[in-house]
């Protein structure tokens, strides 16, 4: 089974913003061991309401007889700085007030974020990864993983996600926090503080998770005398109250904002430039009926970054066909590295042919 564990950093750790935080901690999980070559390590960056524990949300990936079967491969993930699952958030206590954060604590940017989890990995010894692997948020960071550390990263796989988040996104994003600011209880500093908000933000998150199809296939009423509580009606309220279980506003209102912030070509003279320094052997992977994050977003990966693959993951389930569609997406990882060998056996034979 995977295994929790906690990292400290007690230094000053400074933000993008100009603001610093006075040290942090990530929790992260571990699957497996590493081998006599350190060179087993798949690193996972997680969505954006997701935790550490990969196995809960991407269970179909990992496990024995699954592609990172932990017999063969050493994983770790780390809970993103800002969450809600261990790491240092809205919620955690600042040690120079001795009171929780709340509203306090400084706007992130996925560079803040990434450049923790690098603290983390070094901690760790790890010199090289072989598979870094994100989807959605977790795919932004990684795609400014890489750029940031180019010699570290051996694989890329970027999953629904992009290199440059939409104004199509961060208005969806916008409308969600709005929705937030609408709870009077948001100016409290209190655990709860936006919670009814954040049921209505993730109802309208579910909007672009999913797709029309997603809805008329599983919340369709079965007669026609129906007039009011619908099917879908009570959809909506059930997943608000199901994240506002487990989460918090507060974090859901900065990582929202970290998402809004993801731009690889901010200091980096523009996006086509910045894609033009990926080192990382990388496969891009769209979702058909992807709303939030569509299929030209990662085209567009694809093309700027050489030599990298693509794949396209059928499904009826929107963005969330990421998560759902794990069969497909095991598939495309497969095939990524199968032609890598392929690759490499053409290379050795033609310079065994040269020699």
Not at 128 to 134: I, P, S
Not at 233 to 252: D, I, M
Request: glycine share 8%; net charge negative; with cysteine.
């Amino acid at each position: 089974m995977p295994t929790q564990h906690v990292f400290h950093h007690q230094q000053e750790f400074q933000l993008e913003s100009g603001a610093t935080l006075p040290g942090f901690q990530l929790a992260y999980t571990t699957y497996g061991a590493l081998n006599q070559q350190r060179s087993n390590v798949v690193w996972v960056c997680h969505a954006l309401t997701g935790s550490a524990d990969f196995t809960d949300w991407w269970c179909d990936l990992f496990g024995e007889g699954k592609l990172y079967d932990p017999r063969e491969w050493f994983v770790v993930c780390a809970n993103t700085m800002g969450g809600c699952y261990g790491s240092t958030g809205p919620l955690s206590v600042n040690p120079k007030t001795l009171q929780p954060y709340f509203q306090t604590f400084p706007q992130l940017t996925n560079r803040d974020i990434v450049r923790a989890f690098d603290l983390l990995r070094q901690e760790l010894g790890l010199e090289r990864v072989h598979t870094l692997l994100g989807g959605s948020l977790g795919g932004q960071q990684a795609l400014e993983w890489v750029l940031q550390k180019p010699a570290v990263f051996e694989r890329l796989v970027h999953v629904a996600s992009n290199a440059r988040h939409s104004p199509w996104g961060i208005a969806f994003n916008e409308s969600q926090r709005m929705a937030i600011r609408q709870d009077p209880t948001w100016g409290t500093s209190t655990k709860e503080a936006g919670q009814e908000g954040l049921k209505t933000a993730r109802a309208i998150a579910m909007l672009s998770y999913r797709h029309y199809n997603t809805y008329n296939e599983a919340q369709q009423e079965p007669g026609h005398s129906i007039t009011d509580n619908f099917r879908a009606s009570s959809y909506q309220v059930y997943q608000g109250e199901k994240l506002a279980q487990r989460f918090n506003a507060y974090t859901y209102w900065l990582l929202s904002k970290a998402m809004d912030s993801h731009n690889v070509g901010r200091d980096r003279g523009g996006v086509e430039r910045a894609l033009a320094q990926v080192k990382a052997r990388s496969l891009f992977v769209g979702v058909d009926t992807d709303l939030l994050f569509p299929v030209e977003e990662q085209y567009f990966l694809h093309a700027q970054v050489s030599d990298s693959s693509f794949h396209l993951i059928r499904s009826n389930y929107g963005h969330d066909g990421f998560l759902v569609e794990v069969d497909q997406l095991t598939e495309a990882i497969r095939q990524f590295y199968q032609n890598e060998k392929v690759t490499e056996e053409e290379e050795f034979n033609y310079e065994k042919q040269e020699r």
